[in-house]
């Protein structure tokens, strides 16, 4: 992990720079004509697809790979076949979700995302994540640093108590007993969701959350998040292991904050009123 406290690299990659530049090509093709005008469906899981989805996922595959050949995941694969591009975790692969925050895309929320990472034995090393609406190019580049277009990040350190952060927190798919908790006693002054795992990692490395909080994220719902995180000088676990890749890849909760101090105040809070693990509940 880089230092915190190190400068951070000058510019992004020529290859950051390409992977930013397709992002930004398949959003004005394949996406933003669409937003607003799309058909829909429900997967097995009960959750939406749209064809915009399934466009851009096609249009990223043969781009990226232009830019490192090499193995392809997406969300909108089967879970068979994403079980085989994955394999043993030790190959070079594109992780892909065509549009994070979907149900937001279709009835017209503006809050939805590209993200990509490049994963290389089994770790992101290229992440972007791109917010077509505010035109937000989140980046990072393992060990080179992160940045928003071309500024570092985080765009601001915060020196706050946990009672005064702002908080990100999906709420929907934790424990009822400490989503109960958060909701009756927060810790923190102030919550915020918005339906985009991907954009909300970004604005927890911007600055923009003191914490963050999720019950449970699939693989390319974090993998170029947690890059961009790391890279701004965040911290991050799981509610089960202080180590965030500890355990099962394919769906991972985190506990994150920009601040050391803050992040132990916030993964103990959360470990003593989460019933999982043993202890009375915290004041």
Request: proline share 6%; net charge negative.
């Amino acid at each position: 992990m880089p230092d915190p406290a190190a400068p951070p690299a000058t510019r992004p990659s020529a290859l950051l720079a390409a992977t930013v530049a397709v992002v930004r090509d398949v959003a004005a093709r394949e996406v933003m004509p669409r937003f607003l005008n799309t058909r829909q469906s429900r997967k097995v899981d009960g959750s939406v697809v749209t064809e915009a989805d399934i466009a851009a996922q096609h249009a990223l595959a043969p781009l990226l790979r232009e830019l490192v050949d090499c193995g392809f995941v997406g969300e909108e694969m089967t879970h068979a076949e994403q079980q085989d591009a994955w394999g043993d975790g030790a190959q070079t692969l594109w992780c892909v979700d065509p549009i994070d925050g979907t149900s937001n895309f279709t009835v017209g929320l503006p809050s939805f995302g590209i993200s990509v990472a490049l994963v290389r034995a089994g770790r992101p090393v290229l992440g972007v994540i791109y917010d077509p609406v505010a035109d937000e190019a989140f980046q990072a580049e393992d060990g080179l640093g992160a940045w928003l277009n071309g500024t570092p990040l985080p765009l601001q350190r915060r020196t706050v108590a946990l009672r005064q952060a702002m908080a990100g927190i999906e709420f929907k798919r934790l424990d009822r007993a400490l989503a109960a908790r958060l909701t009756a006693k927060a810790p923190y002054c102030s919550q915020r969701n918005y339906g985009s795992s991907a954009l909300e990692w970004c604005y927890a490395a911007a600055g923009r959350f003191d914490v963050y909080l999720h019950g449970g994220q699939k693989l390319w719902d974090y993998a170029a998040g947690w890059l961009i995180f790391r890279e701004a000088g965040g911290l991050c676990a799981s509610l089960d292991h202080d180590d965030f890749w500890a355990g099962e890849v394919w769906e991972k909760s985190v506990i994150a904050a920009l601040d050391p101090a803050v992040f132990e105040e916030w993964k103990g809070w959360l470990r003593a009123n989460w019933p999982a693990h043993a202890g009375p509940a915290a004041p």
